[in-house]
Structure formats: structure tokens, C-alpha cells
């Protein structure tokens, strides 16, 4: 039993792409002063309408843990974008044909790629204060992305994403 259990976790483990993060933020920034935010009204994520409610939900869940509210006179407000894009190709085999005689040569040379490409997401969050300096914080994730995946996996993942997100939010001095 704990075998299986040990390898169930290590498969697991190995199974879950890296959700990579970049965080940027202003400088002097007092993050105390913010506590409620909203959505700007013409929020473009560029995930369908299901995921991006997925997405919605998983980020004001996490907001809501990290003691901040959504209200309709925010503090600050969220921008979300997202793109797709397929990451290339870098596994071949090559496979090499050649000859020669006397004075002259030849060769051929072509690379098979192995394996299927992966598509990844990158999704950034914006933190703007429309009424004092602007965009304060800026978090950039980029992860592995299949199109065809079940929407319990889509909302694991988005959990996860928003989770990561809001790790380091707001950046310790």
C-alpha cells in the first residue's frame, strides 16, 4: 500500500506541468492602502467564455483568502489577458544519406521531428490604480495547455494558476 501511494504521488507529480511566474511591480508602492478591486468593465481575457469564467472564479477565491474584496467602488482594478502559442519544436532525429567517387560528392540531410509539440498559455494579470500610479503590479505565468482537456482538469488548473498568481502578492520589502 504505501508503494502504490508513493508511486501514485511521484506520477502525479511528474503528470503536472510547471506553472512558471514572473512578477513585476512599482517601486514604493504602499500595498496596504489597497483591500477592494473589480474587473474593468470591458475585460478581454482572451480565454473562452467558459474558461475565463472558470479562471474568474479561481482568482476571486484566492483574492477573497488573501483577506481582499470585490466591490463596486474598488481600490485598484484587474486586467487579464491570455494568449495561446505553440511552443517549437525542438526534439529531431536526422537521418543522413551520402555518397562520393573519385572528385565529386553528395549528400542528403533531412531532421524528423519526435514527438507532438506542446501548446502553452500565458496569462497576465494587471493591477491598475486608475487614480493614483497606474499599473502597480504585473504578474506573467506561462504553462502547458491541452485544448482537450476535461473541464474538471481546466478548473484544477486554473486553481492552480490563480494559486501561483497570488503567491507573492503583494511583494514583501
Do not use: H
Request: glycine share 10%.
Amino acid at each position: 500500500m504505501r508503494i502504490l501511494t508513493s508511486l501514485l504521488l511521484v506520477v502525479l507529480f511528474v503528470s503536472c506541468a510547471p506553472i512558471r511566474v514572473n512578477y513585476d511591480f512599482e517601486r514604493g508602492t504602499d500595498f496596504s492602502k489597497y483591500k477592494t478591486y473589480s474587473y474593468y468593465g470591458d475585460l478581454k481575457t482572451g480565454l473562452s467564455e467558459l474558461d475565463t469564467k472558470r479562471f474568474l472564479d479561481a482568482f476571486d477565491a484566492n483574492m477573497a483568502a488573501k483577506g481582499f474584496s470585490f466591490s463596486e467602488t474598488p481600490d485598484f482594478l484587474v486586467d487579464i489577458k491570455s494568449s495561446e502559442y505553440q511552443q517549437v519544436q525542438r526534439n529531431t532525429v536526422g537521418v543522413g544519406l551520402g555518397g562520393g567517387g573519385r572528385n565529386m560528392g553528395g549528400g542528403i540531410s533531412i531532421g524528423l521531428p519526435l514527438g507532438q509539440s506542446n501548446i502553452n498559455r500565458q496569462i497576465i494579470v494587471d493591477f491598475v490604480d486608475e487614480n493614483g500610479t497606474g499599473l502597480f503590479w504585473q504578474a506573467a505565468t506561462e504553462t502547458s495547455f491541452n485544448p482537450n482537456a476535461s473541464p474538471e482538469r481546466r478548473e484544477q488548473l486554473f486553481n492552480a494558476i490563480a494559486e501561483k498568481i497570488l503567491a507573492k502578492y503583494p511583494p514583501k520589502r
